[in-house]
């Protein structure tokens, strides 16, 4: 009899985690595609995608509930998701306040070249090629940020599908950019999927 409980209650532990792991699961696509979505603008492409990843992780961890896609079963994606947030905002408000400085000091050396002919225009018009340097020194900074972030997030859903069996036909994700990898990729009328290959070991 104890055996019998014990195989039930083993069942059941098995059913329920396969659905933690299921909701897991299609959390993960959609911050996946979120993310390569907002790459992909970054690289200047026209991508009309709802989701917002950030709040998408917000919302996720705002369920409040026990098993959810940062403690079932990696408690660290939490941390790193918060680390690769502050870092990408850090480079964008690094970026915005550089070029505000420039059109300010650009500014302020054409009001003072005509109020008091001081010819400062051509030292801060030749600064120009600098901060369109450092611009795309930043720019390639965040797109790698958002790389790491998005093949982190398919590993997590990589390791999810393979532990618990769950078939990766079901967990098909946009994907806006390329090179990734453990995933395979389909084109369809309405975009490219992606899709996680099964582990060849």
Do not use: C
Not at 23 to 46: N, Q
Not at 143 to 152: K, M, P, V
Not at 168 to 183: C, L, Q, S, W
């Amino acid at each position: 009899m104890k055996d019998s409980v014990e195989a039930v209650l083993e069942l059941d532990e098995r059913s329920v985690y396969s659905h933690i792991a299921h909701e897991s699961a299609e959390d993960i696509i959609r911050i996946i595609s979120s993310i390569d979505a907002e790459r992909a603008k970054l690289r200047g492409e026209v991508i009309y995608y709802a989701d917002d990843w950030d709040d998408l992780i917000r919302q996720r961890i705002a369920k409040g509930k026990r098993h959810t896609a940062f403690d079932f079963y990696n408690p660290t994606l939490l941390d790193i998701w918060e680390a690769k947030v502050k870092e990408i905002k850090k480079l964008k408000h690094i970026e915005a306040a550089a070029f505000g400085i420039y059109v300010a000091t650009l500014a302020f050396s054409v009001i003072a070249l005509f109020t008091y002919g001081v010819p400062v225009l051509p030292i801060v018009l030749g600064l120009g090629p600098i901060l369109l340097f450092a611009k795309q020194k930043i720019k390639e900074r965040i797109d790698l940020s958002y790389y790491e972030l998005t093949q982190f997030f398919i590993d997590e859903l990589s390791e999810l599908i393979n532990r618990y069996n769950l078939n990766p036909e079901n967990y098909k994700f946009r994907i806006f950019t390329a090179g990734y990898f453990g995933i395979g990729t389909k084109k369809t009328p309405s975009g490219v999927f992606a899709y996680i290959q099964h582990d060849s070991g």
